[in-house]
Each structure stands twice: as structure tokens, then as C-alpha cells.
């Protein structure tokens, strides 16, 4: 059975920054495709960021250059690595896993807050 544990969320000034983890048990984050999305309540859900099992990463256009996804694979973990954090990246974050020949996703964590705000 696949298990998604996000971790690493809080709140944080303009500026800041923060990592979260997704922690995998049950399928290996190598071999699959792993992503990070956002939600805002009553909003619909944003995709930031994916890494496939050839290691290629993608974020998105409005976290590109502050955002990076990456993955510790003796750890079985994805992180996300959050810098000059802006209040619209308020969130809840989501981890998912999936096969990197679809563009969906099969599992999803239980979401971690990101708070940015003075």
C-alpha cells in the first residue's frame, strides 16, 4: 500500500523559505512520477512541480526560479525547495505519485499548510 507523508510546512515571512518533504513508503519515488500542487480553499488545485523517473523536472511559470523539486532516492523522499516565498504561494501543499507515462496521479499525501505572510 502506497503512503504519502508530507512534512515541512509553517508560516513564514515574505522572503523566506522553506523545504517540504514527502515521504514514500510502498513504491519507490524513483520509478515514478512524483509532484507537488497547491490549493487555496475554494480554489481549484495548481500543479508546481514534477520529476519523472528520468530525474527531468518541470514548476510551474509562477513558482520558476524560486521553486525546485528534487528527490533522495535512498531516502524515498521528494522535496520541495521554497525561496523568496511570496504571499500568494500560500497553500495547502499536496505530494502525489504516479507513473511518469501519465501525466496523472494514483496517490496523494494528506496536504502540509504553507503560510507566507508579515
Known amino acids: 500500500q502506497v503512503q504519502l507523508v508530507e512534512s515541512g510546512g509553517g508560516s513564514v515571512q515574505p522572503g523566506g523559505s522553506l523545504r517540504l518533504s514527502c515521504a514514500a513508503s510502498?513504491?519507490?519515488?524513483?520509478?515514478?512520477?512524483m509532484g507537488w500542487s497547491r490549493q487555496v480553499t475554494g480554489r481549484q488545485r495548481e500543479a508546481v512541480a514534477r520529476?519523472?523517473?528520468?530525474?527531468?523536472?518541470k514548476v510551474a511559470d509562477s513558482v520558476k526560479g524560486r521553486f525546485t523539486i528534487s528527490r533522495d532516492s535512498a531516502k524515498n523522499t521528494v522535496y520541495l525547495e521554497m525561496n523568496n516565498l511570496r504571499p500568494d504561494d500560500t497553500a495547502v501543499y499536496y505530494c502525489?505519485?504516479?507513473?511518469?507515462?501519465?501525466?496523472?496521479?494514483?496517490?496523494w499525501g494528506q496536504g502540509t499548510q504553507v503560510t507566507v505572510s508579515s
Open positions: 502525489s505519485m504516479g507513473s511518469s507515462l501519465s501525466e496523472q496521479y494514483d496517490y
Open positions: 510502498g513504491r519507490s519515488v524513483s520509478i515514478s512520477a
Open positions: 520529476i519523472v523517473s528520468s530525474g527531468f523536472t
